[in-house]
């Protein structure tokens, strides 16, 4: 008997990113997601600035860990939110991520209208900051990779090309998923004004492709199956930028039966692909003799 695919449901909601599939996803997903592992220890609403938006969840493993996961959530730059002890999500990155032997860490951001480009990248780096010093305490000198969906993904984009200045040395990778890099060839979306303002004259200014084309921190790109157009095209500029910059590959991956905001909600829970993908992404790249083909950033396995 064939076991039944957990992403099936997410199949008719089709790849238009509208409030039912957005809400169809979150039914579907909700009762699969990642349990926590008993002894998972959790600091909910650490404030790393000044902002009622700057806080931050902290999971930690049991045994004491030095490579921390920093989630961005998604939201069309105007919503979403890290989730919470009470929330379904985006708890499960701190299940997943402490089950691997990481910590892991959730944050949010300020949100458009009132803040605006690029203050996500702002943002995150007080953020970055803030884990690095040991956030309180909780760990010692810890190496970050940085996880984002959507926004959250161009956010991360954003920190990498120096939006925020210089990028942190304790950041030892990147996880973009289901970004935009180049918005002198992108279809903006309606609700992309509030964040990145009226004129289009400033496309180039608000694209990253090249700056991580030319990206030291290793990086890791995915796209859904059942991602909008937009953001399949994205995946496309990404491929043929980086074989004409780096003469390789990007490390992208392809996500079978995923639509735009699933990745995120499935990781840690049974049948979930993206965790291992990740696992592998750091091990190559944080292991004591790194496989420097195997993070570099022009490289996809």
Known sequence: MTARDPLAPLRHLGAVLTPDLIQGTYAALTPLRAQPLAGMQAQ?????????????DLYMPVEPAHTVIVYLHGGGFSAGDKGGADAPFFGNWGAWATRAGYAAAAMTYRLAPQATWPSGAEDLAQAVAFLAAGAGGAMTHPRIILAGQSAGAIHIADY???????VSDAVAGA???SGIYDFTRHERLFFEAAYFGEDLAKS????TLQALTQQA???????SEFDPPQFQRQAAHLVEAMITQTKRLPRLHVLAGHNHVSPALFIGAEGDRLGPMI????TRCLSPVPDHDGCAPGFAP
């Open 160 to 166: 990498l090309a120096g939006r925020a200045g210089r």
């Open 204 to 207: 180039e200014e608000h694209s």
């Open 279 to 282: 696992t592998d992404f750091v």
């Open 217 to 223: 921190v290793p990086l890791m790109f995915t796209v």
């Open 175 to 177: 996880v973009l998923m």
């Open 44 to 56: 909910y609403d650490l404030s790393y600035g000044p902002d009622e938006r700057h806080r931050l």
